[in-house]
């Protein structure tokens, strides 16, 4: 008889750590689909942020090409109005080669060739 009540006794522990381990497991499955979840989120909202951080580089870079060109129509205007007041002064024009600017301004816009920008249309 003390041998049957052990044995029920040890059944029912066994039952509840069955069932205790049960919920465990119930517990961690729901807290894995919940990290999943988030996971996911994490990674729509990082796709989201990395598009709108492309397009704003790719804004940038248009504005700043964009820039770069007023910039080379601004000297190329400003040189031909010095050529021009040093050709009234009767002074010699700083060739191309000489000033330095003119060069360099012809390479940012991406010409060669021609030193004279009076010669460029729009100047």
Request: charged share 25%; proline share 2%.
């Amino acid at each position: 008889d003390d041998a049957h009540r052990q044995s029920h006794m040890t059944y029912e522990h066994s039952v509840n750590k069955v069932s205790e381990v049960e919920m465990a497991a119930q517990y961690t499955n729901n807290e894995m689909k919940r990290l999943r979840s988030d996971h996911d989120q994490a990674i729509t909202n990082l796709a989201e942020n990395m598009n709108r951080w492309n397009d704003t580089l790719r804004e940038l870079s248009k504005e700043f090409h964009d820039f770069q060109k007023v910039m080379n129509v601004n000297h190329q205007r400003i040189q031909s109005a010095l050529w021009d007041v040093q050709a009234k002064a009767g002074l010699p024009p700083a060739s191309a080669a000489d000033s330095g600017l003119v060069a360099a301004g012809s390479r940012a816009e991406g010409g060669g060739g021609g030193g004279d920008l009076r010669s460029l249309p729009g100047a």
